[in-house]
């Protein structure tokens, strides 16, 4: 799971409890957001500077894994 790992952290004490990139306050719901409306990673890494690419990368990577595992 995702929670409370080096990529996402939840804390009723930041964002009320909504996911964000750990160590940051930015909303995980924001890069997906971003992705929804056609704009890149790149692009959301110069909107919020304080995620870094590994740890977007990462987050795709362990939710794509999941995600197959479901499925298979």
Do not use: C, H, W
Not at 10 to 16: G, K, L
Not at 42 to 60: A, C, H
Request: aromatic share 6%.
């Amino acid at each position: 799971m995702l929670n409370n790992s080096t990529i996402i952290s939840v804390s009723s004490e930041i964002m009320s409890g909504s996911p964000v990139f750990a160590g940051t306050r930015v909303p995980v719901q924001t890069l997906l957001d971003y992705l929804k409306a056609g704009e890149s990673i790149d692009d959301f890494l110069d909107g919020f500077p304080t995620v870094t690419k590994e740890q977007v990368i990462t987050l795709l990577e362990e939710v794509e894994k999941q995600l197959i595992s479901k499925v298979a």
